[in-house]
């Protein structure tokens, strides 16, 4: 991989353009200053993916135009020694064909709304359902599905990558024309920061997100139930068999969804809770503290106990999706070639809560004209 030392070396000799360089794959990349543009692969259509790669400090991030994905996101050790700490597949036909959402963008709902129905200003409208009775991230066309228009920036010291779409009045069943904007930003000190901002024609219902895995062991290297996690949240929303809140705001107090203090991820997993029944593990909003704020604060760490990796969660979020991979069935390999299985990632989404639009108690997800969806996740790295 070109480091962006070599980039930019390489955009200054050949000017603002992007120069074409062989890659030791045969395949043609493109350098600017600030990224690395290599070809990725070609849909069933004939429209090209590419992935897009940046690099700051000792992060570095791989990031494909189809879904938005994060293919690969290098952190150190604390030796030193980087690894990919983000699953997923190592080419393109394996995330078409099987994907369970591998660091994609999420949208224009994530989470789950009931029965694939809701309500706004009098209009009822129908979603696609596409996970039991219910519709799931956004419909089975869903942004992860779309191919992004990138484009590489700087910004004083951090390098980023803005992916844009319209998603059109009607798309999935969504009324409106969305306007989208996602920036994927690596800071000097290493973060990983993803802004949101959508605009739209008509009112509508919003909720973005990533759904990225993770393993700060390394990806592929196993299991995440040895991993330390605290969340900030002193209350969760329980679900029915389908996966879809009750409306309650339960107390964590007593349940293994307590992660007020630091606990191993697995700790009570196996615990007999109808709750932890229902997800087959853990795959519940938390309803953090915080709540909805306009600067991101801080409502998460992680902590990988061999490689000394922190990972720590920054969101203007309410609510965080934590997902203990329980869906990973060990039909597919990743990137490294090792076999995914139950419990080898997690995810922590940071988002307004699932259903929302049927739930008038929940945070709104409306979003009119006039207004601007803003939504911003911070995820800061380091070792002990």
């Known amino acids: 991989m070109i480091t962006a030392a ?51 400090g000792r992060t570095r991030l791989s ?41 994609a963008l999420i949208g224009r709902y994530g989470n789950r709304i009931a029965r694939g129905t809701f309500t706004l200003d009098g209009k009822a409208y129908q979603l696609p359902v596409n996970d ?27 390098v980023g990558l803005t992916l844009r779409r319209v998603s059109p009045d009607g798309e999935m069943g969504y009324p409106g024309a969305l306007t989208v ?17 959508a605009t739209t024609d008509k009112a509508t219902v919003v909720n973005l997100t990533n759904h990225t ?23 969760y929303t329980p679900v029915d068999k389908t996966l879809i809140p009750t409306g309650e705001l339960a107390k964590v107090a007593g349940t293994p969804f307590d992660f007020r203090r630091a606990k191993e991820i697995g700790r009570d997993i196996r615990e007999a809770h ?14 953090l503290d915080k709540g909805l704020t306009r600067r ?19 969101t203007t979020e309410p609510g965080v999706q934590f997902y203990t991979g329980n869906f990973l069935t060990g039909t597919f390999a990743g990137t490294s070639g090792q076999v995914y299985r139950q419990g080898d990632g997690f995810c922590l989404e940071t988002q307004h809560f699932p259903d929302s639009p049927n739930q008038p108690s929940f945070p709104s997800t409306v979003l009119r004209p006039g207004d601007t969806y803003r939504s911003t996740t911070v995820h800061s790295f380091s070792t002990r």
């Open 6 to 56: 070599a980039a930019a070396a390489g955009a200054a000799a050949a000017g603002p353009a992007y120069a074409s360089t062989g890659g030791a794959s045969g395949k043609e990349r493109a350098v600017t200053e600030h990224a690395v543009k290599e070809h990725f692969g070609t849909l069933a259509d004939g429209t090209k993916v590419d992935r897009w790669t940046i690099e700051n």
């Open 63 to 103: 990031v494909l135009s189809y879904g938005g994905v994060v293919q690969t996101l290098e952190i150190p050790d604390r030796h030193g020694h980087r690894a990919n700490v983000s699953l997923g597949f190592a080419d393109l036909d394996a995330y078409v064909a099987s994907s369970p959402y591998f660091g």
């Open 132 to 158: 039991g009775p219910n519709s799931l991230h956004g419909g089975d066309k869903g942004f992860d599905k779309r191919v992004w228009t990138v484009e590489p920036f700087r910004k004083g010291p951090d």
């Open 181 to 197: 904007r996602v920036d994927y930003t690596l800071t000097a000190a290493g973060d990983f920061r993803i802004d949101y901002e």
């Open 213 to 235: 895995y993770y393993n700060l062991a390394g990806e592929g290297s196993g299991s995440i139930y040895d991993h330390r996690l605290q969340i900030a949240a002193s209350r």
């Open 274 to 287: 109808q709750q932890v029944l229902y997800g087959q593990g853990i795959d519940h909003n938390f309803a």
């Open 296 to 314: 991101p604060e801080h409502i998460v760490t992680v902590t990988e106990p061999e490689s000394g990796r922190v990972m720590k969660i920054a």
